[in-house]
């Protein structure tokens, strides 16, 4: 008996977290598979988490009433938000179709100067086996009638992406709205909690599900600071980007720019796949200002982002870079971008769980 009641003792860490993966995989993909009918709700929690502390400083500023301040913040906000999100949205779908359209026409009217080129190229090698070069020759052709293909393919998806996006047009136009309702509840309750409050936990009976509950709103609290603070750092990549390509007028700016954005949120690489490539094709251009331009641009980012970082994410998830890459790569594979959320989600959940796992019911809720 003595020696089950060890191995018992031994297991319980592994059943533990066998038990931590399981409650976590179906809360995550019960979230995911509802989402369609949350996503206003969601959308409004975390919009609410961003307007509290303005919200706040406009109520002790102009000393207004909380519901007053709260819906002077949310419509601003949204307002603000869907502004801008319908611009991008414009200019965006602008610069993806000139692209496919342009490259389309370059390549067709190009594609036989091309072939040409690489026929001349290869006819120098008078050792090669004409074989070999009637072969490489009929590759390249495919290749070039197989990218204008895609090419066109691609153009005609963003024409159908486009009507199919209009299609659903007043379901967005539902979730916008809930979203707004949904943003001045959640905020109202977060202004009217007051945060000097004295918590008294003589009327808890269950103190075991307090610690639970404790440990849930902390992890709300620093991964909604992280998302908020991170957002902050590559929103200012994307403007510096966007405001650098203008100035040196760089085609598709817009689309670079979102494009850099996206990058800069992957760990290691980041927008160099951006900027390595466009001082390639400048400096084959024999345009060394621009390459200059652009090397100094991404400089300029990189030690910006380091001056801010470490003031805006004073509350880290202490996620390893290598953590990071290991979730994109290995979620995209197995379930595309959910899979990659869902991989990170567990990171940063299995964090916690290691921090408050060996800690009593008394230490976490005595802990500030």
Avoid: H
């Avoid at 009433?65 to 949310?74: E, M, P, Q, V």
């Avoid at 050792?127 to 005609?156: H, R």
């Avoid at 992406?161 to 047009?169: A, G, Q, R």
């Avoid at 800069?264 to 927008?271: A, S």
């Amino acid at each position: 008996m003595e020696y089950i009641s060890n191995l018992l003792n031994k297991l319980k860490p592994c059943l533990n977290v066998v038990i931590f993966l399981i409650l976590f995989t179906l809360c995550f993909w019960i979230i995911i598979g509802t989402l369609k009918y949350t996503i206003p709700f969601i959308v409004g929690l975390v919009a609410a988490a961003i307007l509290k502390k303005p919200t706040e400083w406009l109520i002790n500023k102009f000393q207004i009433k909380g519901n007053l301040a709260a819906i002077i913040s949310t419509l601003v906000f949204y307002i603000i938000t869907v502004t801008l999100l319908i611009l991008g949205v414009v200019f965006f779908c602008s610069e993806i179709k000139d692209l496919a359209t342009e490259g389309y026409e370059y390549i067709y009217d190009n594609g036989g100067k091309i072939g040409i080129l690489i026929q001349d190229s290869l006819s120098k090698f008078k050792n090669i086996d004409p074989a070999v070069i009637e072969a490489l020759e009929s590759n390249v052709t495919g290749y070039l009638a197989d990218i204008s293909n895609y090419v066109l393919d691609f153009s005609k998806g963003i024409v159908n992406y486009i009507i199919s996006f209009i299609s659903v047009l007043p379901y967005i136009i539902t979730v916008i709205v809930f979203a707004i309702l949904s943003s001045f509840i959640f905020l109202k309750k977060f202004i009217e909690k007051s945060p000097n409050r004295k918590e008294d936990n003589t009327y808890l009976k269950n103190r075991d599900y307090d610690k639970y509950i404790k440990i849930i709103i902390e992890i709300k609290d620093v991964v909604f600071k992280y998302i908020g603070t991170y957002s902050i750092l590559i929103f200012c990549t994307f403007i510096i980007t966007f405001i650098g390509f203008n100035i040196i007028k760089v085609p598709y700016t817009l689309l670079l720019s979102l494009t850099c954005m996206l990058l800069d949120v992957l760990p290691v690489v980041g927008m160099i796949l951006v900027f390595l490539p466009l001082m390639i094709i400048y400096l084959f251009q024999g345009k060394y200002f621009i390459v200059i331009f652009l090397g100094i641009l991404f400089a300029f980012i990189m030690i910006t982002r380091n001056i801010l970082e470490p003031k805006l994410l004073s509350s880290s998830l202490e996620i390893s870079p290598l953590s990071v890459l290991v979730s994109i790569f290995v979620g995209l594979n197995f379930a595309g971008f959910k899979g990659m959320i869902y991989l990170i989600a567990l990171f940063i959940s299995f964090n916690f769980y290691k921090k408050y796992s060996n800690m009593s019911t008394e230490e976490v809720l005595n802990k500030k």
